[in-house]
Protein backbone atom coordinates (compact mmCIF):
# COMPACT_ATOMS: atom_id res chain seq x y z
CA UNK A 1 0.00 0.00 0.00
CA UNK A 2 2.92 2.77 0.88
CA UNK A 3 4.53 1.86 -2.62
CA UNK A 4 0.69 2.37 -4.39
CA UNK A 5 0.33 5.82 -1.94
CA UNK A 6 3.93 7.04 -3.30
CA UNK A 7 3.33 5.98 -7.47
CA UNK A 8 0.25 7.90 -7.33
CA UNK A 9 1.77 10.66 -5.95
CA UNK A 10 4.10 10.50 -8.37
CA UNK A 11 1.85 10.57 -10.79
CA UNK A 12 -0.45 13.53 -9.76
CA UNK A 13 2.98 15.52 -9.32
CA UNK A 14 4.07 14.51 -12.93
CA UNK A 15 0.51 15.55 -13.78
CA UNK A 16 0.18 18.75 -12.23
CA UNK A 17 4.08 19.60 -13.76
CA UNK A 18 2.50 18.93 -17.65
CA UNK A 19 -0.22 21.29 -16.81
CA UNK A 20 2.15 24.12 -15.68
CA UNK A 21 4.41 23.31 -19.05
CA UNK A 22 1.18 23.65 -21.01
CA UNK A 23 0.83 27.35 -22.73
CA UNK A 24 -2.22 28.88 -21.71
CA UNK A 25 -4.12 32.07 -22.49
CA UNK A 26 -4.09 34.43 -19.50
CA UNK A 27 -6.60 36.13 -17.76
CA UNK A 28 -5.90 39.68 -19.39
CA UNK A 29 -4.45 38.38 -23.39
CA UNK A 30 -6.25 39.75 -25.86
CA UNK A 31 -7.27 37.50 -29.05
CA UNK A 32 -8.01 38.38 -32.43
CA UNK A 33 -11.59 38.02 -31.95
CA UNK A 34 -11.53 40.13 -28.92
CA UNK A 35 -10.10 42.94 -30.58
CA UNK A 36 -12.09 42.74 -33.62
CA UNK A 37 -15.31 43.12 -31.08
CA UNK A 38 -13.62 45.81 -29.39
CA UNK A 39 -13.35 47.65 -32.47
CA UNK A 40 -16.68 47.16 -33.52
CA UNK A 41 -18.02 48.01 -30.58
CA UNK A 42 -15.98 51.50 -30.79
CA UNK A 43 -16.81 51.98 -34.47
CA UNK A 44 -20.97 51.33 -34.85
CA UNK A 45 -21.43 54.14 -32.70
CA UNK A 46 -20.01 56.72 -34.49
CA UNK A 47 -21.24 55.19 -37.95
CA UNK A 48 -24.70 55.35 -36.43
CA UNK A 49 -23.93 59.55 -35.52
CA UNK A 50 -22.30 60.20 -38.88
CA UNK A 51 -25.84 58.48 -40.72
CA UNK A 52 -28.23 60.44 -38.37
CA UNK A 53 -26.51 63.51 -39.17
CA UNK A 54 -26.50 63.10 -42.65
CA UNK A 55 -30.13 62.32 -42.56
CA UNK A 56 -30.82 65.38 -40.28
CA UNK A 57 -28.50 67.51 -43.01
CA UNK A 58 -30.73 66.11 -45.65
CA UNK A 59 -34.32 66.67 -43.89
CA UNK A 60 -33.45 70.20 -43.20
CA UNK A 61 -32.33 71.02 -46.83
CA UNK A 62 -35.44 69.22 -48.03
CA UNK A 63 -37.46 71.70 -45.41
CA UNK A 64 -36.76 74.62 -47.75
CA UNK A 65 -35.40 76.53 -44.73
CA UNK A 66 -32.84 77.72 -47.19
CA UNK A 67 -32.65 77.47 -51.45
CA UNK A 68 -29.50 74.53 -52.27
CA UNK A 69 -27.43 77.47 -53.56
CA UNK A 70 -27.12 78.43 -50.06
CA UNK A 71 -27.25 75.13 -47.93
CA UNK A 72 -26.68 72.36 -50.34
CA UNK A 73 -27.53 68.95 -49.04
CA UNK A 74 -25.03 65.89 -48.76
CA UNK A 75 -25.87 64.62 -51.95
CA UNK A 76 -24.00 67.28 -53.55
CA UNK A 77 -21.40 68.16 -51.27
CA UNK A 78 -20.41 64.77 -50.13
CA UNK A 79 -18.95 64.04 -54.17
CA UNK A 80 -17.35 68.28 -53.99
CA UNK A 81 -15.90 66.88 -51.59
CA UNK A 82 -14.34 63.56 -52.81
CA UNK A 83 -13.15 65.22 -56.10
CA UNK A 84 -11.41 68.00 -53.83
CA UNK A 85 -9.63 65.18 -51.87
CA UNK A 86 -8.06 63.30 -55.26
CA UNK A 87 -6.44 66.94 -55.63
CA UNK A 88 -2.67 67.57 -55.05
CA UNK A 89 -3.51 71.54 -54.51
CA UNK A 90 -5.50 69.63 -51.41
CA UNK A 91 -2.86 68.00 -50.30
CA UNK A 92 -0.71 70.36 -50.28
CA UNK A 93 -3.20 73.01 -48.44
CA UNK A 94 -3.55 69.78 -45.55
CA UNK A 95 0.19 69.65 -45.22
CA UNK A 96 0.68 73.68 -45.00
CA UNK A 97 -1.80 73.71 -42.25
CA UNK A 98 -0.60 70.69 -40.48
CA UNK A 99 3.04 71.96 -40.52
CA UNK A 100 1.92 75.18 -38.76
CA UNK A 101 -0.67 73.28 -36.28
CA UNK A 102 2.06 71.09 -35.36
CA UNK A 103 4.77 73.41 -34.88
CA UNK A 104 2.41 76.44 -33.07
CA UNK A 105 1.54 73.72 -30.58
CA UNK A 106 5.14 72.28 -30.21
CA UNK A 107 6.00 75.70 -29.03
CA UNK A 108 3.28 76.18 -27.02
CA UNK A 109 3.87 73.21 -25.33
CA UNK A 110 7.46 74.30 -24.84
CA UNK A 111 6.32 77.67 -22.96
CA UNK A 112 3.35 75.44 -21.20
CA UNK A 113 5.56 73.64 -19.50
CA UNK A 114 8.13 75.88 -18.89
CA UNK A 115 5.45 78.20 -17.43
CA UNK A 116 3.88 75.50 -15.37
CA UNK A 117 6.99 73.40 -13.84
CA UNK A 118 7.46 77.36 -13.09
CA UNK A 119 4.26 78.17 -11.24
CA UNK A 120 3.29 74.99 -9.51
CA UNK A 121 6.85 75.22 -7.50
CA UNK A 122 7.14 78.95 -6.60
CA UNK A 123 4.20 80.07 -4.62
CA UNK A 124 4.85 84.06 -5.34
CA UNK A 125 4.68 83.19 -8.68
CA UNK A 126 1.32 81.44 -8.60
CA UNK A 127 0.11 84.08 -6.63
CA UNK A 128 0.91 86.80 -9.36
CA UNK A 129 0.11 84.58 -12.49
CA UNK A 130 -2.53 81.92 -11.48
CA UNK A 131 -5.17 83.71 -12.60
CA UNK A 132 -3.50 85.82 -15.26
CA UNK A 133 -3.25 81.94 -16.60
CA UNK A 134 -7.06 81.41 -16.03
CA UNK A 135 -7.97 84.55 -17.93
CA UNK A 136 -5.68 83.85 -21.27
CA UNK A 137 -7.67 80.34 -21.29
CA UNK A 138 -11.24 82.08 -21.26
CA UNK A 139 -10.08 84.77 -23.92
CA UNK A 140 -10.97 84.11 -28.25
CA UNK A 141 -7.83 83.66 -29.73
CA UNK A 142 -9.23 86.11 -32.91
CA UNK A 143 -8.98 89.12 -29.97
CA UNK A 144 -4.93 88.70 -30.51
CA UNK A 145 -5.23 89.02 -34.26
CA UNK A 146 -5.23 92.66 -34.66
CA UNK A 147 -1.90 92.84 -32.22
CA UNK A 148 -0.29 90.17 -33.50
CA UNK A 149 -0.38 91.00 -37.49
CA UNK A 150 0.97 94.84 -35.84
CA UNK A 151 3.61 93.00 -34.09
CA UNK A 152 5.22 90.81 -36.76
CA UNK A 153 2.41 91.99 -40.13
CA UNK A 154 1.11 89.02 -42.33
CA UNK A 155 3.45 86.48 -41.86
CA UNK A 156 3.75 83.12 -40.35
CA UNK A 157 5.10 84.59 -37.18
CA UNK A 158 1.79 86.14 -36.49
CA UNK A 159 -0.27 82.87 -36.87
CA UNK A 160 2.27 81.40 -34.32
CA UNK A 161 2.00 83.90 -31.51
CA UNK A 162 -1.38 83.59 -31.43
CA UNK A 163 -1.60 79.61 -31.60
CA UNK A 164 0.62 79.79 -28.72
CA UNK A 165 -1.36 82.75 -26.67
CA UNK A 166 -4.37 80.00 -27.49
CA UNK A 167 -2.73 76.78 -26.63
CA UNK A 168 0.19 77.41 -24.01
CA UNK A 169 -2.15 78.67 -20.82
CA UNK A 170 -4.04 75.34 -21.21
CA UNK A 171 -0.75 73.22 -21.52
CA UNK A 172 0.47 75.23 -18.33
CA UNK A 173 -2.68 74.75 -16.32
CA UNK A 174 -2.67 71.06 -16.89
CA UNK A 175 0.40 70.79 -15.93
CA UNK A 176 -0.08 72.66 -12.75
CA UNK A 177 -3.12 70.73 -11.73
CA UNK A 178 -1.38 66.91 -12.37
CA UNK A 179 1.51 68.15 -10.06
CA UNK A 180 -0.92 69.84 -7.18
CA UNK A 181 -2.48 66.23 -7.34
CA UNK A 182 0.34 63.90 -7.20
CA UNK A 183 0.08 62.14 -3.35
CA UNK A 184 2.17 63.17 -0.50
CA UNK A 185 2.87 59.65 -0.03
CA UNK A 186 4.15 59.23 -3.40
CA UNK A 187 6.12 62.69 -2.80
CA UNK A 188 7.62 61.41 0.30
CA UNK A 189 8.22 57.70 -1.02
CA UNK A 190 10.83 59.62 -3.61
CA UNK A 191 12.50 61.96 -0.82
CA UNK A 192 13.24 58.42 1.26
CA UNK A 193 14.33 56.36 -2.26
CA UNK A 194 16.97 60.06 -2.69
CA UNK A 195 15.08 61.47 -5.88
CA UNK A 196 16.37 65.14 -5.80
CA UNK A 197 16.70 68.00 -7.79
CA UNK A 198 15.91 67.03 -11.88
CA UNK A 199 15.01 63.25 -11.22
CA UNK A 200 12.69 64.14 -9.22
CA UNK A 201 10.85 65.65 -11.55
CA UNK A 202 11.84 63.11 -14.39
CA UNK A 203 11.33 60.12 -12.49
CA UNK A 204 8.44 60.97 -10.00
CA UNK A 205 6.77 64.10 -10.23
CA UNK A 206 6.05 64.50 -14.14
CA UNK A 207 4.97 60.79 -14.79
CA UNK A 208 2.83 60.92 -11.37
CA UNK A 209 1.01 64.09 -13.35
CA UNK A 210 0.85 62.78 -16.61
CA UNK A 211 -3.25 61.47 -16.67
CA UNK A 212 -4.26 65.38 -15.93
CA UNK A 213 -1.35 66.64 -18.31
CA UNK A 214 -2.61 64.67 -21.25
CA UNK A 215 -5.78 66.29 -20.60
CA UNK A 216 -4.08 70.00 -20.83
CA UNK A 217 -2.68 68.86 -23.47
CA UNK A 218 -5.99 67.64 -25.42
CA UNK A 219 -7.78 71.04 -24.17
CA UNK A 220 -4.50 72.99 -25.56
CA UNK A 221 -4.97 71.47 -29.32
CA UNK A 222 -8.16 72.48 -29.62
CA UNK A 223 -7.42 75.75 -28.64
CA UNK A 224 -4.25 75.61 -31.30
CA UNK A 225 -6.74 74.62 -33.77
CA UNK A 226 -9.16 76.86 -33.11
CA UNK A 227 -6.52 79.70 -33.03
CA UNK A 228 -4.84 78.36 -36.14
CA UNK A 229 -8.55 78.31 -38.51
CA UNK A 230 -9.06 81.83 -36.95
CA UNK A 231 -5.63 82.79 -38.39
CA UNK A 232 -5.46 81.14 -41.97
CA UNK A 233 -9.07 82.91 -42.69
CA UNK A 234 -7.62 86.11 -41.16
CA UNK A 235 -3.82 86.06 -42.29
CA UNK A 236 -3.83 85.64 -45.99
CA UNK A 237 -0.02 84.71 -46.64
CA UNK A 238 0.51 85.78 -50.47
CA UNK A 239 -2.08 83.56 -50.87
CA UNK A 240 -0.49 80.48 -49.81
CA UNK A 241 -2.45 77.37 -49.86
CA UNK A 242 -4.26 76.08 -46.85
CA UNK A 243 -7.17 74.42 -45.05
CA UNK A 244 -8.13 78.17 -44.45
CA UNK A 245 -7.44 80.04 -47.22
CA UNK A 246 -9.42 77.83 -49.48
CA UNK A 247 -12.58 78.38 -46.62
CA UNK A 248 -11.76 81.96 -47.65
CA UNK A 249 -11.67 81.33 -51.37
CA UNK A 250 -15.08 79.06 -51.64
CA UNK A 251 -16.98 82.21 -49.48
CA UNK A 252 -15.68 84.91 -51.42
CA UNK A 253 -17.05 82.52 -54.67
CA UNK A 254 -20.05 81.96 -53.16
CA UNK A 255 -19.18 77.84 -53.95
CA UNK A 256 -21.51 76.66 -50.76
CA UNK A 257 -20.75 73.02 -51.69
CA UNK A 258 -16.91 73.36 -51.41
CA UNK A 259 -17.15 75.60 -48.44
CA UNK A 260 -19.28 72.57 -46.71
CA UNK A 261 -16.48 70.37 -48.10
CA UNK A 262 -13.81 72.19 -46.34
CA UNK A 263 -15.99 72.07 -43.10
CA UNK A 264 -16.09 68.87 -43.06
CA UNK A 265 -12.33 68.36 -43.61
CA UNK A 266 -11.84 70.63 -40.33
CA UNK A 267 -13.94 68.77 -38.57
CA UNK A 268 -13.04 65.03 -39.27
CA UNK A 269 -8.97 66.22 -38.67
CA UNK A 270 -10.43 67.56 -34.98
CA UNK A 271 -11.63 64.19 -34.52
CA UNK A 272 -8.85 62.16 -35.55
CA UNK A 273 -6.28 64.14 -33.30
CA UNK A 274 -9.03 63.57 -30.49
CA UNK A 275 -8.84 59.94 -31.44
CA UNK A 276 -5.33 60.01 -30.89
CA UNK A 277 -5.52 61.85 -27.76
CA UNK A 278 -7.91 60.19 -26.28
CA UNK A 279 -5.99 56.63 -27.04
CA UNK A 280 -3.38 58.47 -25.00
CA UNK A 281 -5.36 59.06 -22.38
CA UNK A 282 -6.48 55.08 -22.41
CA UNK A 283 -2.94 53.69 -22.27
CA UNK A 284 -1.65 55.97 -19.65
CA UNK A 285 -5.02 55.05 -17.71
CA UNK A 286 -4.40 50.77 -18.14
CA UNK A 287 -0.78 51.58 -17.51
CA UNK A 288 -1.88 53.66 -13.71
CA UNK A 289 -4.32 50.65 -13.09
CA UNK A 290 -7.05 52.87 -13.22
CA UNK A 291 -8.95 50.87 -15.74
CA UNK A 292 -8.93 47.52 -17.16
Do not use: C
Not at 105 to 114: K, S, Y
Not at 122 to 133: D, E, N, V
Not at 177 to 205: C, E, K, N
Not at 218 to 234: H, I
Request: no cysteine; charged share 15%; hydrophobic share 55%.
Amino acid sequence: MPDTDVRDRDRQVHGLDALELQPQRGANEVGPGDRARALWSATWPKLVAVVLVLAAWQAVVWSGWRTEFVFPGPDKVLPTLFAEVTTPEFWVAVQVTMRRALTGFALALAVGVVIGLAVSQFKPLRAAIGSLITGLQTMPSIVWFPFAMLLYGISESAIMFVIVLGAAPSIAGGLVSGIDYVPPTLLRAGQVMGLRGAQRYTLLVIPAALPMFVTGLKQGWAFAWRSLMAGELLVIINQQNSIGWALSQARQLNDADRLLSYIIIVLVVGIVIDVFFNWADRALRRRWGITA
